[in-house]
Structure formats: C-alpha cells, structure tokens
C-alpha cells in the first residue's frame, strides 16, 4: 500500500484484539476503547516503518543500539575492551 495510509488497518486489528480482552475481561467497551488506542499507535507505527522503507534510509529493520555518542553499544570502552568492557587487567565486566 504505497502512498496510502495503514491507520485503518491498525485500528481494524486493535478493534478485532481489544474486542477479544473485553469479551474475556466482562467489560467490552474497555476492551474496545483500548483496542482503538491499540491500534491508532500499530497504525502509525506502520506508516513510520513505511516512510523509512520508502527513503530507503535503511533504519526500518533491525536495531542498532548506540551509546549516545555514535559508538555502538558493544565497542567496548576506553580500556579497549571488548562487550563486557574488560581490559587487559581481566577486570571489568558486568
């Protein structure tokens, strides 16, 4: 669905789970308010992942964790460590 909106699916499927959790809670209008917020956000979720294939930026699959300072998470640190940041002195680590 290029160009087009997926927050009618989204929001089709949280109906159809929040229905489910309000039938199975006794409470159906609980279930289906939380199904409706449950699938305005996979909606948007969907549109966001969209966008990103789209751009071809290639941050729709996967995850890339960083540190904060561009560096990913498993570099290790100053000490040259590896994951577990361990040095050369053995020490370190989690």
């Known amino acids: 669905m290029e ?9 089709a499927l949280g109906i159809a789970v929040g229905t489910a959790i309000g ?3 006794d409470n159906l209008a609980i279930g289906i308010g939380l199904g409706v917020a449950i699938g305005i956000a996979l909606g948007i979720a969907m549109d966001e992942r ?5 751009r071809g930026d290639g941050s729709a699959g996967g995850y890339a964790s960083t540190d904060g300072d561009g560096r990913h998470a498993d570099d290790g640190g100053p000490d040259g460590g590896g994951p577990d ?4 002195d053995g020490g370190g680590g989690d």
């Open 23 to 25: 039938v199975a809670m």
């Open 85 to 88: 940041g361990g040095g050369s």
């Open 50 to 54: 969209g966008k990103r294939r789209r």
């Open 3 to 11: 160009g087009r909106s997926h927050l009618g699916v989204g929001i």
